[in-house]
Each structure stands twice: as C-alpha cells, then as structure tokens.
C-alpha cells in the first residue's frame, strides 16, 4: 500500500480525538436528559457521522491503526468503554421509559375495566330507546295512513250544514246579564282598591318599610291565629300538650310563649349587625320603641332580653321605660323588678327573674305620675357603661310628639322600631323615622302583625 501521508494522519487522529470527546459529552448527556430527548439524539448522530468517517479513513488507509498508540502496530483497536457506558445508559433509560409506558396502559385497561359494564348499560337503553323510537315512527305512520283514509274526509262526499233542534232565543237576556254581572265584579275592584290605596294609608306589607319608607328591615312578624299561637308553643316545649298551652299566660321570657322563636331570630340577626359594625364594647344598649302604644314592643323587648340572656355566660338587663306606679308593671309577670339605680349598684345581690336576666323599672315617679327624664338617662350613661352586664334591653315610650325616646335614641347602639301592620300611617312612620335619624339613631325596623298581600276582607 502507498504510505499515508501526515495529513491524512493528522486528519485521522483529529476526528479520533473528537470522537472521544463526543462521547464523553453523550455520557454526560444521559445523566442528565432521556435517551429520546432531542440533544441526546442530535449527539448520537454525530458520533455516528465520525465513526462512519473514520472506518472510511481506515479502509483507504490500513496503516493509520499504527499511528494510534497502542501496544502492537496489528492489535485490533480496544473496545469503547465509554460509548459502551453510554449505550447501557441508553438501553436502562429506554427501560425505565417503557416500564412507565406499561404501567400507564395497565392504569387505563383497569379504568376501561371499571367503566365497561356502564358501557354496556347504556348500549342496552340506547337499543331500547332506538327500538322504542322506531315504534311510534311506525305508529304515527299508520296513524297518518288512517286520517287520510277517513271518509268523512273525502272530497267527493261532505256535510253542508248539520240538523240543529228549536230553541228559545235568549241571546239579548245573557248579554245583558253578562253586562251586569261585568260591572259588578269591576265596581267591586274598584271600591276595594279605592279603600286600600286612598282611604287606608296604613303600613300593611313587610316590604313597605324599605320600598316606600326607606327603613332597614330587621324582621317581619306575621299575624298569628290562636291555633298558630298554640302550635309555636308546642313546638317550643314538645313534652307539653295542647290543653295545658290553650292561654296564652306565660311571660314573655318563657321558653313556651310563642314568641321565642321570633325573639331569636332577632337575637341572632342583632348579634351579627354588631359584629359588622365592629362594636365590641359591653354593655350593648337596645331600644325597643313603637309609634303610638300597642305594637307588641314590651312583649318584643321581653322576647329579646331572654334571647339574648341564653347566648353565654353575660347577664342581660331588661328595663321598663313606660310609666308606671309603684307597682311591677303588667310585663313583669310579678316578677320582682327594682329600681334601675339599685340594679346598676349591686346586681349581684338582686334576684335574677331567669337565668342571666335581670328586670329593672327606669322610669320616675314625680307628683304620682310616672315620667321618664332624658337627662336623668343622660345621668345615667356612665353607670350603664360600667356595669357588668352584657346587654341592656330598654323597652322606650311610643314615639309621640315630644317623646323622651327621641332624645335618647342616639345614645343606643340600635332602635328597634317596631310598626303594627294595618294600624300604623305610613305618613306618621315616615315622620318618626326621620326623626330617629335626626337625632343620629341607628334604627331597624321590625313590622308586627303583617297578613298576605291582597285586600284585607280576603283574609279576615
């Protein structure tokens, strides 16, 4: 053979050298990224390109072998360790790879497993909903088949006109009944909405305290019969019976009366407006007013105060604003009621009317006529701060014209503004609310007593 030149050597141990190199890298490659990633593959291509190379060099040039340094010009080129490391990388990644591929197709036949028999319930109503369909596509064609087949619908043969038998001519006389009867039914209407919506210009529905008032609503009290008095009760002591319930006695306080329920609700809806507001000092002062006498607001107040007396350990105060004599005032029950000053002093000594509540007569008697003082009340403020009572309950005067409840409304934290359905003016609610507000109260409305929409003759 004609001798090799020494740049075909140095041709032949360059791309050698890089060759080594190359796989070198592809060994630092497969540590890093799967053996089908494309920079593993695009390496693997181009050591192949130099091996292809360098067997070309080797076979026009035999004795290019000899210049490698080995221990025989003759010994055959030891094996790649490297390239062989990196294969078995290769071949162990490729492993892993298809044992994941295995293990994902066994997850998938399990679920196709699982859902199979669903399958094969809904092929079974999809076969039965095809062969239902297909039953009355066949019955409403034999139903057309049969119309067109009717002979009273041939062309040729049809009824001009059909036999009619004699009668009385009474086309005018049910005219003029029907005209009648028309203007009846809409006088009717008439004077019904005449006498809703002109002569009586009370508050009747619950929404009429937002919509026409403007007063924020905290509750809407329906209008109760005695069997519906009876039933809330039984519902509130069930080992009790219905002859025992018949009178409606209990104090307001009591777990039977019937309006618990209602007094909790308020309770609950209180609790979560002072915790919006973010009022977290005690006592918490709650006013209970109505606009002229006999809305419910002692009942009401009484309600609230036995509420609010069962939410922990705090005690509650309830206070009788009205005047009275030196007498318990109706509410009481005969109750054992002090003085609001006595009760502020030591309430700990004084018997608690329930548990955790207290009952307290605020109003002054002057001359033998009760009456209740705003700056005796504004006296007052200090000592209702400091006492350790959770909540004071106040069950204020009617809203009248020179009220003491007007001066004292923007020392509570909220009025209850309690409105009877059917008996409160609307003109007269509006005008006290503005006064409320006036007087900077924060003030809720509770409507009492309210019936179904529609006119009142309906539901009596």
């Known amino acids: 053979p004609s001798p090799t030149s020494p740049a075909k050597i140095q041709e032949y141990k360059t791309l050698v050298a890089q060759a080594a190199q190359l796989r070198m890298a592809l060994l630092e490659l497969l540590t890093k990224y799967t053996p089908e990633s494309k920079v593993v593959t695009s390496s693997e291509r181009e050591i192949e390109r130099l091996n292809l190379q360098i067997r070309t060099l080797e076979?026009?040039?035999?004795?290019?072998?000899?210049?490698?340094?080995?221990?025989?010009a003759n010994a055959p080129r030891p094996p790649d360790l490297l390239l062989e490391k990196a294969q078995l990388f290769s071949a162990q990644a490729k492993v892993d790879s298809l044992k994941s591929q295995l293990a994902a197709t066994q997850e998938q036949a399990a679920r196709i497993a699982l859902v199979g028999p669903q399958i094969a319930e809904l092929e079974r109503k999809k076969d039965a909903e095809e062969a239902s369909l297909k039953y009355m596509e066949s019955s409403l064609e034999k139903a057309r088949t049969d119309e067109a087949l009717d002979p009273s619908k041939i062309p040729n043969i049809s009824i001009v006109q059909r036999p009619s038998f004699g009668a009385k001519v009474t086309g005018e006389t049910k005219k003029l009944?029907?005209?009648?009867?028309?203007?009846?039914?809409?006088?009717?209407?008439?004077?019904?909405?005449?006498l809703e919506l002109v002569l009586n210009r009370t508050v009747k529905l619950n929404y009429e305290l937002e919509t026409r008032l403007?007063?924020?609503?905290?509750?809407?009290?329906?209008?109760?019969?005695?069997?519906?008095?009876?039933k809330l009760r039984l519902q509130n002591s069930p080992s009790s019976s219905p002859a025992t319930l018949s009178s409606n006695t209990s104090a307001p306080w009591s777990p039977t009366h019937f309006?618990?329920?209602?007094?909790?609700?308020?309770?609950?809806?209180?609790?979560?407006?002072?915790?919006?507001?973010?009022?977290?000092?005690?006592?918490?002062?709650?006013?209970?007013?109505?606009?002229?006498?006999?809305?419910?607001?002692?009942?009401?107040?009484?309600?609230?105060?036995?509420?609010?007396?069962?939410?922990?350990?705090?005690?509650?105060?309830?206070?009788?604003?009205?005047?009275?004599?030196?007498?318990?005032?109706?509410?009481?029950?005969?109750?054992?009621?002090?003085?609001l000053i006595d009760v502020l002093n030591g309430h700990d000594s004084l018997p608690?009317?329930?548990?955790?509540?207290?009952?307290?007569?605020?109003?002054?008697?002057?001359?033998?006529?009760?009456?209740?003082?705003?700056?005796?009340?504004?006296?007052?403020?200090?000592?209702?701060?400091?006492?350790?009572?959770?909540?004071?309950?106040?069950?204020?005067?009617?809203?009248?014209?020179?009220?003491?409840?007007?001066?004292?409304?923007?020392?509570?934290?909220?009025?209850?503004?309690?409105?009877?359905?059917?008996?409160?003016?609307?003109?007269?609610?509006?005008?006290?609310?503005?006064?409320?507000?006036?007087?900077?109260a924060t003030v809720a409305g509770i409507i009492n007593k309210t019936r179904p929409a529609g006119p009142l003759w309906l539901h009596s």
């Open 59 to 72: 076979k026009q040039f035999p004795s290019l072998l000899a210049s490698l340094p080995t221990t025989s």
């Open 177 to 194: 009944v029907t005209q009648i009867a028309g203007s009846g039914l809409a006088f009717g209407i008439a004077l019904a909405l005449f």
């Open 214 to 230: 403007g007063i924020p609503q905290m509750l809407a009290i329906p209008h109760l019969s005695p069997k519906q008095i009876t």
């Open 259 to 339: 309006i618990r329920s209602f007094a909790e609700e308020i309770r609950d809806r209180l609790i979560l407006s002072f915790q919006l507001r973010n009022l977290t000092h005690k006592p918490k002062l709650v006013g209970v007013a109505g606009l002229s006498g006999g809305e419910g607001t002692t009942t009401i107040a009484a309600g609230i105060a036995a509420a609010l007396s069962e939410t922990g350990d705090g005690k509650v105060l309830l206070v009788n604003m009205h005047s009275t004599g030196p007498e318990a005032h109706p509410f009481l029950d005969g109750k054992p009621a002090f003085g």
């Open 352 to 440: 608690p009317t329930a548990e955790n509540l207290y009952l307290a007569n605020g109003a002054t008697q002057t001359g033998g006529v009760a009456h209740l003082a705003a700056k005796r009340f504004y006296d007052l403020i200090p000592n209702l701060k400091a006492s350790q009572f959770d909540y004071i309950i106040f069950d204020l005067p009617p809203l009248t014209h020179g009220s003491a409840t007007l001066a004292i409304a923007g020392c509570l934290d909220t009025l209850l503004f309690v409105v009877e359905a059917e008996k409160s003016p609307r003109l007269a609610v509006k005008r006290a609310y503005d006064e409320l507000v006036e007087s900077k």
